[in-house]
């Protein structure tokens, strides 16, 4: 059993609100993500995206590439014409060894739209689950079969958001879908990640790590801010320094042998929460917390 840290950019350049780490360079934020312990990083749009330039990057700090989002519109196009659309992202990914693309539908989405309140989501209509997990099965079996598993990232203010959608998305799809578990986003929807956790672990390909703060997620939600006031109220820290119970989430996908990256993204203002501070502590914090978790499993 193979476990390994890894981090998201996000905490030094937020890439829906740009005005969040824009000044903080790219060189800046590898050199503090390796200092910090973590073995790998995904993608982030300061990052160069031809392969061999990447590699260098990444080479100079001794980081391995972990994964990259890739925004999905199966609602707007059927799955071979995706698959056409993510060729160079696909390509990008698999050339530098990751093996995971993390997915998300975002036809009708509004988490990038900082005046569009959470309760505007969009929602599937039931009669368009069949197509869309039919669209989704497709894909994710043209992807695994040229090299790279299917992680799908339930995100606030998109079509899969809530703990229902979860279900309902695992329901209509092949095992060929996988899901990417992010704690934060599903502390945010209203869902136990515990819960999850246990009852999909064999489904779970991707895990993000992503602590909430309670008195600001109730602000949040009190307010029906939309997502990205709630990042900027704070709503999200680095795992161990919120509510999210990481031994009880991870212990299931222990038992159920997972073997793969667990990545702390935990969007921050970078003015406020120092990511070189942040890094480190999520790193000690899950060195101590999540990894003899799996260690004890694999003994």
């Known amino acids: 059993m193979t476990i390994r840290l890894g981090i998201n950019p996000i905490g030094w350049t937020n890439d829906d609100l740009p005005a969040l780490g824009d000044d903080i360079p790219l060189e800046t934020c590898l050199d503090e993500a390796r200092a910090a312990g973590f073995a790998g990083v995904e993608l982030g749009r300061k990052f160069p995206r031809e392969p061999r330039a990447l590699a260098a990057v990444l080479a100079r700090h001794e980081l391995a590439l972990v994964s990259g989002w890739y925004s999905l519109r199966l609602l707007e196009r059927d799955a071979d014409a995706e698959y056409a659309a993510m060729a160079s992202h696909f390509a990008l990914l698999k050339a530098l060894g990751a093996g995971v693309m993390v997915v ?3 036809t009708g989405c509004i988490h990038g739209d900082l005046r569009a309140r959470l309760s505007r989501r969009p929602h599937l209509p039931p009669r368009r689950w069949r197509e869309f997990g039919a669209r989704l099965t497709r894909l994710a079996q043209r ?16 079509v899969v958001q809530s703990g229902a ?16 578990l992010d704690t934060g986003h599903l502390s ?10 246990a009852a999909h672990a064999s489904r779970i390909a991707h895990v993000h790590c992503k602590d909430v703060r309670p008195a600001a997620l109730a602000r949040a939600l009190n307010r029906d801010a939309s997502f990205l006031d709630a990042v900027l109220m704070g709503v999200f820290t680095v795992p161990g320094d919120g509510c999210v119970d990481y031994p009880a989430v991870l212990g299931p996908l222990a038992r159920a042998g997972y073997s793969g990256w667990l990545v702390v993204e935990a969007e921050q203002d970078p003015a406020i929460a120092i990511p070189s501070l942040q890094a ?5 914090y899950l060195a101590r917390a999540a990894l003899p978790i799996f260690d004890g499993e694999a003994r």
């Open 165 to 180: 959608d979860v279900e309902a998305l695992l329901e209509h799809t092949g095992p060929e879908v996988e899901l990417l």
């Open 280 to 284: 480190r502590r999520a790193q000690d």
């Open 143 to 158: 992807m695994r079969g040229a090299g790279l598993r299917m992680a799908y990232h339930h995100h606030m203010g998109t």
């Open 104 to 106: 998300c539908e975002v």
């Open 188 to 197: 945010f929807a209203g869902e136990d990640p515990v819960r999850v956790a």
